[in-house]
Every structure is written in structure tokens, then in C-alpha cells.
């Protein structure tokens, strides 16, 4: 059974950093990508960082793209999403996502809040 369970999420600053992990329960190098969306409120999910295996670069949506880092560990089974200079719009439920052969796997989010 795939289990995805993301950490780190909280309150920050504008211009802080926050470091988002995302444990997963089996070999991740087995997925076509592991991703990170977020809902922001009265939003819909959007993507925010992608990582596909075998690919040369990451994913990352124009708004966070210089800002947000996404890093995978296969000895760990870990997806990482650095953010630094955050902003209040990057305030949001960030969800972990790994996908393979049509099937989505989600966690379950963890929250960021971005306020001064």
C-alpha cells in the first residue's frame, strides 16, 4: 500500500524559508513523477514543483519558479520542497503527489501560513 505523509509545514514570515518533506512507503525511483501542489484558499489545486524520474530538470510553476526548490532522496524515499523567500500568496495546504501508470497517490497535506 503507498502511504504518503508530508512535514514541516507552519506559520512564517514574508521573506522566510520553510523546508516541506514528504515520506513515502515504498521505493520512490518505481513512480513516472512525485510532485508537490498546493490549495490555496478559494482555489483550486495547482502543481507547484515536479520531479520526473529519468527527466533532466524539474517542473516548477511560474510563480514560485526561482523561489522553490523540489529534491527527491532514493535512499530515503523522501520528496523535498525548499521555499524560501516566501510570500502570503504562497499561503496554502501543500500536498505531496506521486504518480504511476495512471494512478495518483496523495497525502494528506500539511498547512503553510505565510504572515507577518
Known amino acids: 500500500q503507498v502511504q504518503l505523509v508530508e512535514s514541516g509545514g507552519g506559520l512564517v514570515q514574508p521573506g522566510g524559508s520553510l523546508r516541506l518533506s514528504c515520506a513515502v512507503s515504498?521505493?520512490?525511483?518505481?513512480?513516472?513523477?512525485l510532485s508537490w501542489f498546493r490549495q490555496r484558499p478559494r482555489k483550486q489545486r495547482e502543481m507547484v514543483a515536479t520531479h520526473t524520474n529519468g527527466g533532466w530538470f524539474p517542473d516548477y510553476a511560474d510563480s514560485v519558479n526561482g523561489r522553490f526548490t523540489i529534491s527527491t532522496d532514493n535512499n530515503k524515499d523522501t520528496v523535498d520542497l525548499q521555499m524560501n523567500n516566501l510570500k502570503p500568496e504562497d499561503t496554502a495546504i501543500y500536498y505531496c503527489?506521486?504518480?504511476?501508470?495512471?494512478?495518483?497517490?496523495w497525502g494528506q497535506g500539511t498547512q503553510v501560513t505565510v504572515s507577518s
Open positions: 503527489n506521486a504518480k504511476s501508470r495512471g494512478l495518483n497517490y
Open positions: 515504498v521505493d520512490i525511483s518505481s513512480f513516472y513523477s
